[in-house]
Structure formats: structure tokens, C-alpha cells
């Protein structure tokens, strides 16, 4: 979940649990708020772990520690002591501790939702929580959020509040069940292949709570469909120059007829698949093999006398419109042609830009 939405979490949920009447020692619903949004950002400080590590050393670091809930506790005594001392006094850190422990535990629950995987009990375990029903920007996830929180104001009651959070988890289970019924899709499409499949999901898509990605996966790759769950007949093909949001949108084929596509892990030439395996299984990609949840080979390109294997994660593929995280192990030795494995030159981890 995107920074803003989590911290508009924690504003909305302070908002809900503020009393009525605060007590002389207790915060006004003014400093509440703004401690909620505060809160409900921190846990995404870490990005501070980008400014001394490379990206796929982040990747893995990043929802770990500051979203851990045996930490939960500690991270929040340590904000309100933090709140007490900005507040100069007024309030002891008590007045803060509630208010920072509950935005920072529907910060961890707006991202265990999503696709990414949260290391809930970091560090004690590398674990990673997910129930993948919401897209990582989800504008109605936010939305809802927006409009308790406008409620809540226009009405002064935190009724509205409570409101705003009963209908956001109303559309998170809506979206569980919309996950339910698209994995559904797999299930079948599996069973009429005849496939022993080692594991079959769905993820959320963008611009749509209707849009979702179908993965089938066997043991050689992975057997992608991209779904709208509401649409009848399939989008007419975009032009040439039609902009991002027109191609993306286009994706996505009705449940009856969709089109799937086969990524096999290691490619589909077989000259390649032994150097693809190589630079998989080399220490350069240690990084990427921990990070990526549906591994597949994006490209092999010649680099002057050396070769580059690039690898992406297919959790965040578009087909080809985008796709962040492309991670290659490159080296200046052999080029593969000549049967070798490649690592004739060490192998060295590259980010695709």
C-alpha cells in the first residue's frame, strides 16, 4: 500500500476511537489526527535502508523490521515519547502510546493485504504475510478512506468514522472472494490441460478491482491470464498511440475467454536455458531468488565480449508495459555460445532500467 493511504489509515482509525469528549489528559481529536497520519506513515521509514544498500538488498529488507508485530509495541513507545517531547510537555507519553500502537497496526494490515509479502515477525523470521486481494495502489481502497474521514468531519461524529472502516473491510473481504472466484478460473483451466500444476493464484490488478492476473504454474514456468471479471466481450485492440491507461486496460479479457500466455522460468530456447540456469542459481541473484515469488527469464543479451541474463517477477509483469524490478546477472566472459555456462567471467548482479 502507497505511504499516503496508510497514513490516511491511521488518521481514520484515530478518528473512530477518539472519546467523544477528550478528558484534560487526554489528546484533542486535532493532535490525534495528526498523530494517527504520522504513525500510520512510520512504518514505511525504512526506506531510509535505500540510501545505504542497493535495490534488491531494500526489496528484501524493506516491510521487515518497522512492520514487525512483536516490534509493534516498542515502535509505538518510542513514537509517543517522541510525540511527548514535540508536544513540549502537555502530554505524557501515555496520552500518545494508544493512538501510534493502532496506526501502526493498520499500517501492517493495509500491506499484509497486498501482493508484496510483509515480514510480520521480522526479525525473528524471514516469513512473509500476504493475502493478495488489494493492488499495492488500490484508488478505492483509498478512497473509502478519504470519505470516512470527510464524513467523520462534515457530521463531527466518529460514527461516520467507524462507517468509513466497517465498508473498508467490507471491500477487502469483497475483494478475498473476487480473488476466490478468479483462481477458480485456474482451477479449471489446470483440470482441462490435464496439468499437474504446482500452484495456482490470482493477484489484483491496477485501475480496477475487477481486473485480476491469473497464475497457473508447472513445473517448467508459469501460464498467465489477465482477467476483468465484469467485462462480456474483450476490449477492441488500442491504437499505436493510445496512451498507458488505454493499453493496460485493454489487458484485460472477459472470464470466458481469456487468453493465456506460458513463461517458461528458464526461456524458451533451449541454447539459452542452461546459461539462464547458470546466472539463476549464481550467488549475483541470491538477492532476486529471495525477492522474486514467480521467477522468469525476461531476456539474454550479448554485451560486448560478455552476456547479461535478466530475470523479473512476474507478481509485477504488465505485459511488457511495465515492469520495475528486471534484475540480470551480467558477466564479461563467455557469451554462452559456445555451450559454456557463462561463468568463465564472474557474475555480477544489474538492475534493467
Partial sequence: MDTLTHALS????????????????????????????????FPD????????????????????????????PLWALLLAGVFALLWRGRHSWRAFYGVTLLALFIHVSGDVVTVYGTRIFAPFSDYRAQLPAIFIIDLWFTGIIVAGLLAAWWWRSRVAALLGLVVLAGYVAAQSWQMGQARDVGVEYAAAQGMQAVAINALPQPLSPFHWKILVQDEQGYHVADVHRRRSRAVPEPAPDAGFFTRLAALYRPLDDPQWKYHPQFGAVAEQTALAQAAWNDDALAGMRRFAEYPALYAVK?????????????????????????????????????????SDGAWRLERLR
Avoid at 12 to 25: C, S
Avoid at 52 to 71: E, K, M
Wanted: net charge neutral; proline share 4%; aromatic share 8%.
Fill in 302 to 342: 550479448e554485451r560486448g565480449g560478455g552476456v547479461c541474463v535478466w530475470f523479473y517477477d512476474l507478481r509485477f509483469e504488465l505485459r511488457n508495459l511495465r515492469n520495475p524490478f528486471v534484475f540480470g546477472a551480467c558477466s564479461d566472459g563467455s557469451d554462452g555460445s559456445d555451450g559454456s555456462d557463462g
Fill in 45 to 72: 521509514s525504512d526506506v531510509v535502508i535505500r540510501l545505504f544498500s542497493d535495490t534488491i538488498t531494500y526489496l528484501n529488507l524493506h516491510r521487515g523490521v518497522t512492520h514487525s508485530l512483536p516490534l509493534l
Fill in 10 to 41: 491511521g488518521m481514520l482509525l484515530a478518528r473512530a476511537t477518539a472519546p467523544a469528549v477528550p478528558r484534560a489528559d487526554q489528546l484533542t481529536l486535532r493532535s490525534r489526527l495528526l498523530v494517527g497520519f504520522v504513525a500510520g506513515a
